[in-house]
Each structure stands twice: as C-alpha cells, then as structure tokens.
C-alpha cells in the first residue's frame, strides 16, 4: 500500500511567494498612473490584481486536490474549447482590441486572454497523445504529423489576432515536449527550416514587427519613438544599481517607462530592489522550474511526466523570455513575466499550473517507498 505524502512545499511556497511579490510590485509600478487614469484611485490595479490571485490561489487548491489523470479525459475536449475562445475573439461584441490587436475577449467586468488558456490546452493534449502513441512517437506519419496539424491551426489562430509572441511560445514548447518525448531530430530540424521563411514573413508583412527587429538592433535610432521602452528599461536597471533606490522609489514607472506594471515590471524591480532583488527574483524562478522539472522526472506515470515537464517549461520559457526582453537581449514580445506582472488571465493560468504540478509531485513522492 503506497504511502500518502505530502505536496512539494517548496514549488508551492515559491508559487505564494512570487505571487505575493507581485502584488507589491503592481502596486507599486501602477499606483501613479492609476490615480491619473482611474479619478485618483490609486489602489485601482493592486485591488483588482489581488482578486486575480485569491482566485488564481483558489484554482490552485482544487487542482492539486484533484486527481491529475482526471484531466486526461479532458484533453480533447479542453483542446477544442482552446480553439474556440481563439475564434471568439473575431466575433463583434466580444472580441475586445487594443495595441492594433485583438487578442482578448469581453465577457461583461471579465477580460480573458484566450492565448494563455490555448497554451495550457495545446500542453494537455500533447501529455495526454504522448503518453498513449507511447514508441510510436518516432513514426512520422503516427507520431509527429498529427502534432504539426493541430499545432499549425492553433498558431494561424493566434497570428491572425495578430499574436506572434504567444504564437512562437506554443511552437516552441510544442517542439521541446516532442524532443523529450523521443522525437527524431530530423522531423524537428525539418520543421525549423521550414518555419524559417514563414517567421520572416510574419515580421516583414506587419511593419511594426520589423520595427521591433530594427529597434532591437539598435535602439538609439528611434530614441523617442520604437527605441524609447527599451531605453527606458536599461535606465531603470542602471540608475538601480546594486540595491535599487527602495520599494516604491522608481522614477522610471512615472510616465516615462510604458507597461510598467504588465510587460516591463521587471525593470521596476531592477530600478527599486537593484541587482540584488533581479538576481533573488531569477533565482526563485529557476528553483521552482528546476522543482517542476523534478517532478517530471519523478512522475509516477508517462501522461505525468509529460504533462510536468510541459508545464514546468513553459513557466521557466515565460520568465527566460520577459526577463530577456526587458534587458534587450531579444525584441520586445508583449509577454508577462509570470506570477509578477499585472493581468487575471495570466495569472489564473499560472497558478493552475502550479495546482496540476503539485497534484503530480504527491502522486510522485507516494510511489517512493511503496
């Protein structure tokens, strides 16, 4: 008789931790522009926020209450609800656009990102077909075709919104799950090259994403215009220095630094808790995907292991990725920094997650000693 054990309480506590310090860190990098934009309700995104993480925490308690191969019997269906939420968002009335993009939908008060809820089921569905194909993952026409087909409808969904970010963060977990489930490398190196012209395309077609290449190649060519966010980031991060100036001290988050709050929070934490506080938020990101990842690597089962290292990477891509955008080492994305930034979709994903990671890291430590 297996033994019952308890969650991992160190994925869990790092979950509470970044989540509550993001919190703080809305507040603090959205309070004046609140005050301004909302008749002087300086509270306006931290008490909505908070919200956000009473239900993300909520959502996580049932999930990692509930048995994760229940879900299994929801990939599919769960898939074709992902799918859609995509197409919803062309509907009038629903689709809600802003930035020249119309990736949210309006459902009354509640906003939803239809693109965070999609990665989480492309995830599911990928777990679920992996663990049942099984060998069969090395034959190209079983194990790989079927994958490429639903991964091309999906990723037309998003770039239609028009979504690149979201778009290239699905490819490429979709890609890394198929690489640490067996695939061969060939079919994976194929697709790369294939992708290639149409990723060109993307970016050339639209101008504003070949806006973004140029600028990240050279900021200082559009100083006031394209160049501006990313300039204002490395000011944040060097007028921080080794301490930062103090919680609530940035200068940067007053009008000159956009999306302070959501994408570029991370530069306010480099401005107010200097490298110090950038080096302890990265090291707390990478303790938790190296604790997810463990749980992969312990799963009781082969949907489990998949379904962990899925989630576990798609966390740690998050944060890889907003942290490099912000430090200019990649274009901008208009990604969230997970756990941290402001916004209810991303964060309710997040920490259901989190839920589903610590139901696999019990059923995992049960088996230890059976």
């Not at 993009?101 to 990102?113: D, E, K, S, Y």
């Not at 001290?249 to 929070?265: G, N, R, V, W």
């Not at 949907?303 to 891509?317: E, M, N, P």
């Not at 890889?320 to 955008?325: E, P, S």
């Given at each position: 008789m297996s033994e019952?054990?308890?969650?991992?309480s160190?994925l869990?506590?790092?979950?509470?931790?970044?989540?509550?310090?993001?919190?703080v860190m809305v507040?603090?990098?959205?309070?004046?522009?609140?005050?301004k934009?909302?008749?002087?309700?300086g509270?306006?995104?931290?008490k909505r926020?908070?919200?956000?993480a009473?239900a993300?925490?909520?959502?996580?308690?049932v999930?990692m209450?509930?048995?994760?191969?229940?879900?299994?019997r929801?990939?599919?269906?769960?898939?074709?609800f992902?799918?859609?939420l995509?197409l919803?968002?062309f509907?009038?009335g629903?689709?809600?656009?802003?930035?020249g993009?119309t990736?949210?939908?309006r459902?009354?008060p509640?906003t939803?990102?239809?693109?965070e809820?999609?990665?989480l089921?492309?995830i599911l569905y990928?777990?679920?077909?992996?663990?049942?194909?099984?060998?069969k993952?090395?034959?190209f026409?079983?194990?790989f075709?079927?994958?490429?087909?639903?991964?091309?409808?999906l990723?037309?969904?998003?770039?239609l919104?028009?979504?690149?970010g979201?778009?290239?963060?699905?490819?490429?977990v979709a890609m890394?799950?198929?690489?640490a489930?067996?695939?061969?490398?060939?079919?994976?190196?194929?697709?790369?090259?294939?992708?290639l012209?149409f990723?060109?395309w993307?970016?050339v077609?639209?101008?504003?994403?070949?806006?973004?290449?140029?600028?990240?190649?050279?900021p200082?060519?559009?100083p006031?215009?394209?160049g501006f966010?990313i300039i204002?980031?490395?000011?944040?991060?060097?007028?921080?220095?080794?301490?930062?100036?103090?919680?609530?001290?940035s200068?940067?988050k007053?009008?000159?630094?956009?999306?302070?709050h959501?994408?570029?929070?991370?530069?306010?934490?480099?401005?107010?808790?200097?490298y110090?506080?950038?080096f302890?938020t990265?090291?707390?990101?990478?303790?938790?995907?190296?604790?997810?990842?463990?749980t992969a690597?312990?799963?009781?089962?082969?949907f489990?292991?998949?379904?962990a290292?899925?989630?576990?990477f798609?966390l740690?891509?998050?944060?890889?990725?907003?942290?490099a955008?912000?430090?200019?080492?990649?274009?901008t994305?208009g990604?969230?920094?997970?756990?941290?930034?402001?916004g209810?979709?991303?964060?309710?994903?997040?920490?259901?997650?989190v839920?589903i990671?610590?139901?696999?890291?019990r059923?995992?430590?049960?088996?230890e000693?059976?």
């Amino acid at each position: 008789m297996s033994e019952k054990r308890e969650f991992d309480s160190t994925l869990l506590l790092l979950a509470v931790a970044l989540t509550c310090f993001g919190i703080v860190m809305v507040y603090s990098a959205s309070s004046v522009m609140a005050v301004k934009r909302y008749h002087g309700d300086g509270l306006y995104f931290l008490k909505r926020q908070t919200i956000y993480a009473i239900a993300g925490f909520l959502v996580m308690t049932v999930a990692m209450r509930v048995d994760y191969h229940h879900l299994r019997r929801l990939a599919l269906p769960f898939l074709f609800f992902c799918a859609l939420l995509l197409l919803a968002v062309f509907i009038p009335g629903l689709g809600s656009r802003a930035g020249g993009a119309t990736r949210w939908l309006r459902l009354g008060p509640v906003t939803i990102q239809p693109g965070e809820v999609a990665k989480l089921g492309l995830i599911l569905y990928m777990a679920h077909s992996l663990a049942k194909k099984k060998d069969k993952i090395r034959d190209f026409k079983l194990g790989f075709v079927p994958y490429m087909v639903v991964l091309a409808m999906l990723l037309l969904l998003l770039l239609l919104q028009p979504d690149l970010g979201s778009a290239l963060t699905l490819g490429v977990v979709a890609m890394t799950m198929l690489l640490a489930a067996g695939t061969r490398l060939s079919y994976l190196f194929g697709v790369a090259i294939l992708a290639l012209p149409f990723i060109g395309w993307a970016i050339v077609h639209k101008a504003y994403r070949l806006k973004r290449v140029m600028v990240y190649l050279d900021p200082w060519q559009d100083p006031t215009g394209d160049g501006f966010q990313i300039i204002q980031s490395w000011i944040a991060f060097g007028t921080g220095g080794l301490v930062g100036n103090g919680l609530g001290e940035s200068k940067q988050k007053l009008f000159y630094l956009p999306e302070a709050h959501t994408d570029f929070i991370f530069s306010v934490i480099g401005e107010e808790l200097g490298y110090v506080g950038v080096f302890v938020t990265a090291a707390m990101f990478l303790v938790l995907v190296l604790r997810g990842l463990r749980t992969a690597l312990n799963a009781p089962d082969d949907f489990g292991r998949h379904l962990a290292f899925g989630l576990s990477f798609l966390l740690g891509l998050g944060a890889f990725v907003n942290i490099a955008v912000v430090m200019g080492l990649v274009p901008t994305k208009g990604l969230t920094l997970p756990f941290i930034s402001y916004g209810g979709s991303s964060l309710l994903c997040t920490l259901l997650a989190v839920g589903i990671l610590l139901n696999i890291s019990r059923q995992s430590r049960s088996q230890e000693g059976a």
